[in-house]
């Protein structure tokens, strides 16, 4: 294992950490009781800590590679290196009084993701937002939000954007609604011009993107927005991510993966093409 593979957030971190630490502590079949009380704390802390949920000391983890057996210093130290790299501050944590502490993990997911799929039908996803569009959205969501903290929000869904600038930026293959792309946001104006430049991101060849039109009536996805996010590491191959008014949920379980793998690839098939898109694009974009 390495510490600095691809663009690795700190919450990819701390699951890749965990992930190895629940693997050693089963094969020597220690439990989480026994492996708590090693380092002066509960079973639930141990749980914790194996789901990624939590910051690692290093101090810990050092216990704790002891205790499963792991006492080669060549064995160790990419294990505790990846310890002191899943406790350093990511950037967005300087906006933390301005984002809920429920979105915060998907954006080191975002960052340490290969493939982005996600299905939108109320807006434009924020990876596609134009600034005054971003803007509109979040002022509109948090309405008696003092403006500072709407443009230090919307600086994050900017700054979020960088990835796709990256060398090796990760494949974005989104489904929208058509609704998300009539819904007007921030007036006409503002909506022309985020159509625009969803068709020249389309261009790039890491974007994918797709309209699921009102004329195909239901389909499999009418349950809502989500996204589905792939990661490189055995240990995380598949996060999906499903966002609520007050919450989000993370699923990692490969019963609900599965279920969501299916219902993106039947949403692929039932819409417009990539090569339709732009053209589906530019007929909203007359009609506005």
């Not at 101090?59 to 002891?66: F, H």
């Not at 294990?79 to 944590?93: K, T």
């Not at 809920?100 to 996600?118: D, K, V």
């Amino acid at each position: 294992m390495t510490t600095g593979d691809l663009h690795r957030g700190p919450t990819v971190r701390r699951i890749v950490l965990g992930s190895q630490l629940r693997r050693l502590r089963e094969d020597k079949g220690i439990s989480r009781e026994a492996a708590g009380y090693s380092i002066r704390a509960s079973e639930s802390k141990i749980s914790r800590l194996e789901l990624g949920r939590v910051s690692f000391k290093e101090r810990d983890v050092a216990d704790l590679l002891t205790l499963y057996g792991v006492t080669n210093e060549a064995e160790r130290e990419p294990l505790l290196s990846l310890a002191r790299d899943a406790n350093r501050p990511s950037w967005w944590q300087n906006y933390s009084d301005v984002l809920p502490n429920w979105f915060q993990p998907y954006i080191g997911l975002e960052e340490s993701a290969t493939l982005i799929r996600s299905y939108e039908v109320q807006f434009v996803p924020g990876l596609l937002q134009t600034e005054d569009y971003a803007r509109a959205v979040i002022a509109q969501g948090g309405r008696g939000s003092p403006c500072d903290d709407v443009e230090r929000r919307v600086n994050v869904r900017m700054q979020r954007q960088r990835i796709l600038a990256r060398p090796d930026p990760p494949h974005l293959w989104m489904v929208l609604d058509e609704a998300a792309l009539r819904r007007s946001i921030g007036g006409a104006k503002v909506m022309r011009a985020q159509l625009e430049h969803l068709i020249a991101l389309a261009e790039q060849p890491n974007i994918t993107l797709q309209v699921m039109p009102f004329a195909f009536g239901g389909h499999i996805a009418e349950g809502g927005a989500f996204s589905i996010l792939q990661f490189p590491e055995a240990d995380l191959p598949y996060v999906v991510y499903l966002e609520q008014l007050a919450g989000a949920a993370y699923l990692d379980k490969l019963e609900d993966v599965d279920r969501y793998l299916a219902a993106m690839n039947r949403l692929c098939v039932d819409s417009v093409s990539p090569e339709r898109a732009a053209s589906t694009i530019n007929k909203i974009i007359n009609e506005i």
